[in-house]
């Protein structure tokens, strides 16, 4: 026993802490912040779509024309133009609504969070997909559900498959219908509109987790099912994607009583979302600057994207299948079912190529044959050259 | 039964969320937002102390010269040139501070939330003191402990109090050693001095909270109990009450093995804090700044203390008391034992003044003729306004 030994405090955790573990991608992404290697892992947006100068003629004339505003505390439901520009901006397709539903949240991911906090006890039954979106089986885990997968196909969520049965007991849907990540699937109009019913009967909230919702690539957007059944949609909105994810804005459109619980759950968690964050994101997108500034984004990751289904289609053997995503920043990618793709991204990261294993994805039952590749980071070239590396050590193991 | 009723949905919330209430801090700021009231309530520094001007010349130059990586995803740790800064700050009386030790967290808030996540049982028993900082017991409550209250004087909490029974399976306990929030008491020297060498045979982690130690009006700051025993006091800082609460950046060091735990539970919690409000507050503080910045913030609010004091002594009535804070943002009340002060501020905020009344600082057996006065954000001439109406209130009814 050496010196530190002796002097390390023993600490009893919570119950919920002793079950933590370091998220896969986080410790793949410390890997492949090496220079050389050809990181697929990474959602990470691509900075060139970041718009830097206009944030900084934003911060500029926030912090010349209103600096006691953007640098002091302030209300915990966020900065109230934000909310009114939020509520217009879903007032569409028929629906209404209100400033008062919406909650500026620090990410999606505290968005998540609260909803946890709010909706889930010990043992709820929490509805996810197969697969789910890794970052929010991390949040609800810190409430300790017990996850009940809905099946999926192609297409996504199968609302037939959400019978009483399955149902019994939940406290919460999840469930991403826009280009989901992992997958890249879009949920079709039709299911939507099932999913939107069922939720209009079922005793609790459907939650739809909306990130990629504008990287459309043929800029023809399904309606939310928020627009749908506005009252029983649960909607979560980020900046992070259309603007620049290092700000962490993004937001909850929820029916009033649970609002009203969500704002108080925020009170006690970080008090507010920055001040001064919010009011840069007003101040860049109050005149329509998405309008002009998404388009851009959607061009190059559908570049990219066509880039790599080419070399996909290319390097990959017989026996791997992949999906064409109509938008988003993932590709879902089935191996042979004998193949461990967790196992695989060891030799991966040997030959300087990166991906995650799907695997994480699942609440239950993973699919170790399956992974996400991201085509976002990585311009079409080095797509190219990292898709080759991948297939070469594919085409060794089937 | 209106149409909006029929379509109301009854969602079940958590447990922890059914016990959700709003503070009463909260609600009292909402009703002193008009301008003619003069507001003891709120614990809002001053904006004039905000260096608004560097600032902007910081983000101009972070979003000139490193947009890329101050927009995009970064470290749930943190941002580490900050880390390091606040390691090495720490460094002092010859403790060691690791930037290993140091998580950058939204705000002082959001540490009280994760240490809550982590540590905290349903009927956890958890120490604070008597009475203790509101934000704390509305973090904590979410993570459903049973409060145990140490025993306080006017110096602060009483070491000898903590005996085998009063501490038995105690998971934490939580104080604020300098000017705490509400009673602006500073725990002196001797008993820092029992604290930490308790804390380095307890079972459980001592909290230091301390917002407030740099605001010492005699610029004499008494030696953290995190100098005292660094592997076994978990210190809080935070920039809200140096820089601007506005950009929601704060600390926690804590021992290695928990602040692993820390950072996991931020992971789901929120990704991590801004990236680019961490290097603004790096850009601003890197140079030495505090040094010449925080004594005039000081120099403000001892004048301001001395105001108000200087109030209560010409128009409180025999019968009240109060203490005369060394440093910090408020001076702690106690009324005749028959007044109630939440019923005292009806009437008050009838004639323009507001404060926060005593009460819900209290875990349990509050005394409800306590109150807290803020004197930072009110000029002088209006203290004394503030106070001759709150006096000429209590004078009829001693």
Redesign the interface.
């Known amino acids: 026993m050496d010196q530190s030994d002796l002097?390390?405090?023993?600490?009893?955790?919570?119950?919920?802490?002793r079950k933590?573990?370091?998220?896969a991608i986080?410790e793949i992404l410390k890997v492949t912040e090496r220079p050389e290697v050809i990181s697929f892992a990474g959602g990470?947006?691509a900075?060139v779509t970041?718009p830097?100068?206009r944030?900084?003629e934003a911060?500029?004339r926030i912090?010349?024309d209103t600096?006691?505003?953007?640098?002091?505390?302030?209300a915990?439901e966020g900065y109230l133009p934000l909310r009114e520009w939020v509520a217009t901006r879903y007032s569409v397709n028929g629906a209404q609504i209100r400033p008062s539903q919406v909650l500026i949240t620090?990410?999606s991911?505290?968005a998540l969070?609260l909803l946890g906090?709010?909706?889930?006890?010990p043992e709820?039954p929490v509805l996810v997909e197969t697969p789910t979106y890794l970052?929010a089986l991390?949040?609800f885990?810190?409430?300790e559900p017990r996850y009940v997968q809905v099946p999926t196909d192609d297409n996504g969520l199968i609302p037939a498959a959400l019978t009483p049965e399955l149902t019994a007991g939940a406290?919460v849907l999840y469930a991403q219908p826009n280009f989901q990540n992992p997958t890249g699937r879009r949920l079709p109009i039709e299911r939507r509109r099932a999913l939107a019913a069922f939720a209009q009967g079922a005793?609790?909230?459907v939650i739809e987790d909306d990130p990629y919702g504008a990287l459309d690539y043929a800029g023809e957007p399904l309606p939310t099912m928020l627009s749908m059944a506005p009252?029983?949609i649960v909607h979560l909105g980020s900046f992070?994607k259309v603007l620049?994810?290092?700000?962490?804005v993004g937001y909850i459109i929820a029916?009033e009583?649970?609002h009203f619980?969500l704002v108080?759950?925020k009170?006690?968690?970080?008090?507010?979302?920055?001040?001064?964050?919010q009011r840069i994101v007003h101040e860049v997108v109050k005149d329509g600057f998405l309008d002009t500034h998404v388009p851009t984004i959607r061009t190059l990751y559908r570049d990219q994207c066509t880039a790599m289904l080419a070399a996909l289609e290319r390097y990959m053997p017989e026996g791997v299948s992949w999906n064409k995503p109509e938008g988003g920043m993932f590709i879902w990618v089935t191996l042979p079912a004998h193949i461990d793709s967790m196992k695989l991204l060891d030799e991966a990261v040997a030959q300087n190529v990166a991906f995650v294993p799907g695997a994480p994805f699942f609440a239950s039952d993973a699919q170790h044959h399956t992974l996400r590749l991201s085509f976002v980071t990585v311009p079409p070239a080095k797509i190219d050259e990292g898709i080759a590396r991948l297939g070469a050590l594919l085409r060794a193991r089937v």
Chains 1, 2 share one sequence.
Do not use: N
């Open positions: 002097h390390a405090p023993k600490w009893q955790f919570s119950e919920r802490a933590l573990t370091s998220s986080r990470l947006p900075p970041f830097a100068e944030m900084r911060s500029d912090l010349r600096p006691g505003a953007a640098l002091q505390y302030s915990t620090t990410g991911q505290q969070d906090k709010v909706l889930i006890c709820s970052g991390q949040s885990s810190m409430y406290r005793p609790f909230p009252d029983h992070s620049a994810p290092g700000l962490r029916p009583e649970l619980k108080q759950a009170q006690a968690t970080d008090l507010h979302t920055p001040s001064f964050t």
